[in-house]
């Protein structure tokens, strides 16, 4: 007997926290029946800043419990849900549950260590919806990389593209999904937009490169470029993931505003240029997500290097920007069904993966 499809909310806060995405979608866990309202909550400055900190500091995010901020993040999370509803005018009554991944302030899967800062319980509470969260933790205690986690939704959303295919998500982290029937790949690529929007706050202030205009205006320094895709890793094998900070020493301090987010942006293209090295057979299209695909100078090194149809998601009929969000509320949908939420080769696991942790 097919059960019914649910509504849920999805929420996403990105390695780069500058914003809380808040998506609906229609699913039964299997298929997408349909997507509906969309909007991103810009983190509070003060709020980002302290997140930042938080990333940048690894032993304390092992060792402080972080309440108060973990309070902050959920409350501001809560108010994503409540401008959805509003905009969207739906009632919390008629949505099933909210899939809330929380901000990752450490992730170290060697070590079989994640950390998402979000209260479930919290959440729910607030909004009188069931909330599903931590859906990084069984995976990485498995042996898993936890992440990427995405992978499945693109599967689900992809099913009548051509393939093989290639969907990309330029976040802070980059990661691939690659699917060619029920060939199904994932991995972290390498630097998404963390790098470029670290360097440019440090220069200006400002919070990312609009339109790539810096990148496009510099040259890209040849002798740093090698030198950081010379990292280990790039010759590690998937599955394999990233922590934000795990480029953090770029050597770049020398070079102007314009020549280092020149040379980051390739950096980025290059990395994600060598991921093919790991797939079965060549992606025929590229469908990029997430906030790289505004990056001008970003998307045109990246139709440079691949040499093949490299488009946002939006000429498939996706939203780029709720994308991610949409994929936590299918994957607590599945949560709910006790469906995997990753695979062998997603994750690494040993096993098809359930996950999550359902708050009432």
Not at 23 to 29: F, K, N, R, S, V
Not at 120 to 131: D, S
Request: one cysteine or more; a negative charge; proline letters at 6%.
């Amino acid at each position: 007997m097919t059960e019914r499809p649910l509504i849920a909310i999805g929420l996403m806060s990105g390695t780069s926290a500058d914003g809380i995405d808040a998506a609906l979608i229609e699913t039964d866990g299997h298929g997408v029946q349909a997507t509906g309202g969309f909007l991103t909550l810009p983190m509070p400055p003060g709020l980002r800043a302290e997140i930042l900190a938080a990333t940048r500091d690894p032993v304390r995010c092992e060792d402080d419990p972080l309440a108060d901020l973990e309070r902050a993040i959920t409350n501001a999370h809560a108010e994503a849900v409540q401008g959805l509803l509003a905009q969207a005018g739906v009632p919390a009554a008629a949505i099933d549950v909210i899939g809330f991944h929380g901000q990752t302030v450490l992730h170290r899967p060697e070590r079989r260590l994640t950390r998402q800062l979000g209260d479930g319980a919290r959440l729910a509470a607030a909004m009188g919806i069931a909330v599903v969260n931590r859906f990084r933790d069984a995976d990485v205690a498995s042996g898993g990389q936890g992440a990427p986690l995405v992978p499945l939704f693109h599967q689900a959303l992809a099913r009548d593209l051509a393939q093989p295919v290639a969907v990309l998500n330029i976040g802070g982290v980059a990661n691939v999904t690659y699917i060619d029937g029920e060939t199904l790949l994932a991995f972290d690529t390498g630097p998404g937009n963390a790098l470029i929007d670290d360097w440019v706050h440090d220069h200006t202030g400002q919070r990312f490169d609009a339109d790539g205009a810096f990148a496009a205006a510099g040259t890209v320094d040849a002798v740093l470029l090698s030198a950081l895709l010379a990292h280990r890793y790039f010759r590690a094998v998937p599955p394999k993931s990233l922590d934000r900070n795990d480029f953090a020493e770029t050597g770049l301090a020398g070079l102007s505003l314009q020549d280092g987010a020149a040379t980051l942006a390739e950096f980025t293209a290059q990395s994600v240029a060598r991921a093919r090295e790991h797939v079965p057979r060549p992606p025929r299209r590229w469908l990029i997500g997430g906030g790289g695909r505004h990056n001008a100078a970003l998307m045109g090194r990246l139709r440079a290097v691949l040499g093949v149809s490299v488009e946002p998601v939006e000429a498939v009929g996706w939203n780029g920007d709720a994308l991610e969000a949409q994929a936590f509320g299918f994957l607590a949908v599945r949560s709910l069904r006790g469906l995997p939420l990753s695979v062998p080769s997603t994750t690494g696991v040993p096993y098809p993966m359930p996950g999550g942790i359902v708050h009432r």
